[in-house]
């Protein structure tokens, strides 16, 4: 039986995939591959890279102006403001480019819905969305933005649906990213750094810890 | 470090390798487990994912653990002349009784958390919060239980995260001030904000009744990339799983609304659509498929984890399980797994092994 003593610790782990994703040959670059897998970052398996890199390889979905347009409308839905950045600050459209072509099923509604709006501007101000002015925007944004207000307007429903669709991807790309995160004020990932509901928290809401719970549950090694 | 946590390369198998007495083999696929003239097992032989070469391990003792299905696999493609079934399955069960946990889940948020203080809250979102199963089975209209698993709170954002705020941002006044659903801009901003954290979710995870003819077995026509046959499976939920199901989604209404909560998906249970019982195999507690028992004729191993026909092989895995109980399956596979390799050794140091 052939024996692979040097590949034994990086069995039925994390390694295990690092290696292959390397495309280390057995016996080949094992130290390589072991420095490789302990620098932090996300870990993907093999196939999930391959899939990342088939994504990376294809052509690019939006063409410039409709690219141009999505920045446009990101910027409306999550400009900057007091707390954080802009949309496109926080990279969406390339997020919005990523996306459609990660779950293809958003391809036609958005390249249909940019063109439903650069129509419907083209109808409202002989000019396509992005070349209107930005009061003419707001104005257009306005009316398809809140589906209650809409409702039965059979000239903006389908405006309406593209709206919530890139206002929902705006939102998720620009609250996954750093920028966003942070807005959130998210402040977990700390690994055994937990010290319980703050004590004015547990105050706001009429609740307290035994003496029995801080001394079990809420203590750790520092 | 705290190692509050659980995984098996860290509390398993680095600690094993640490006193140098276990060898892994990385991309090993077994294919069957070999067996000599007497039905013993001999060892293992696998196909080698980075030569596609074979190869054979041989061993005093036997322990397959390869996840329920995947061992049932095994020991149906592991046919002999003194195992023409497949191994340790002279009684004819191997493959049979599979069943997953019954699994249904409703959520929506609390109004009472919207804008609340921010802190890190990673660790109490999922919540295994212990809910024993409470009631009396006699006044109920199917019999196990189940237990319940608690989420919410200030979780990272991932996929997902602020969409729909159209469902929500109308309906409830954002720092006092009430708004028309949708928007945009720096107002869209601050509803973000304002109902981050206020999300609550509870899903049920119950005891699926096992019977004999929800199984796997061996496809006739189908091999995998390595020629070794795969697996068709046949399972049907009955009539038991689904009134769980729609006890769950009573229970679950019912909590929701006394925490003040609104339900915002899930709450939709009908019998057309089973009460929202998740398909078999989507709660992904697969087990059943080798169990245990005192009679060698309607079980495959004993309660040691042995094979009533091949005393050298041990199944460690949820394959064993005659039933899941209304807990998830993985401690009680880790309890298992250490009486069997107990009872190994003690049968090595008396020489029965
Ligand atoms: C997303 C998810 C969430 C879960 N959450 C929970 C939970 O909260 N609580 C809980 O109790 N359980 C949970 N479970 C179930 C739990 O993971 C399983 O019950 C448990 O891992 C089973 O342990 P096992 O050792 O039997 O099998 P596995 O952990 O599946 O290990 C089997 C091993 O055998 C290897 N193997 C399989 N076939 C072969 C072959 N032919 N040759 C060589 N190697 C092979 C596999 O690569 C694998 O490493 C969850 C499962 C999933 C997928």
Redesign the pocket.
Known sequence: MKRRESLKYIA?SALASATLAAGCKPGEKKEEAAKEAFKPGVHRYEDELQELKALENMPKFFNEHEIATITILGDIIIPKDAVSGSASEAKVPDFIEFTVKDQPKFQVPMRGGLKWLDMFCLKKFNKSFKDCSEQQRIEVVDLIAYPERAKGKSELTQGVAFFSTIRDLTATGFYTSEMGVKDLGYAGNKPNQWNGVPDDVLKQYGMAYTPRELEVCLSFDA | MAKADFS?PNVLIYPALKTGKLEVIAD???REVITDDNGKATGVS?VSKEDMLEYQVDGRVVIL????C?TAR?LLNSKSQRHPNGLANSSNVVGKYLQDSNGTAMGGYLPELFGRKRYNEDGVGGM?VYTPWWLDNKKLDFPRGYHIEYWGGFGQPAYGFGMGMQGINGKYAVNGKKKEAGGYGASLKEDQRYFYGANVGMAGRGEAVAFEHNKCEIDPNTVDKYGIPVLRFDVTQSDHEIKQAKHMKETFREMMHNMGAVITWGDDGTPENKYGLDKPGYI??EAGTARMGDNAKTSALNKWSQAHDCNNLFCV??SQFTSQADK????T?LALSMRASEYIIDEMKKQNL
Do not use: F, Q
Not at chain 2, 65 to 68: F, L, R, V, W
Not at chain 2, 328 to 331: A, K
């Open positions: 039925a | 098996s090993a696929m077994a696998y653990a390869a996840s329920a995947e095994l295994h992904i507690h895995d949820g998830n399956i993985t401690w596979i």
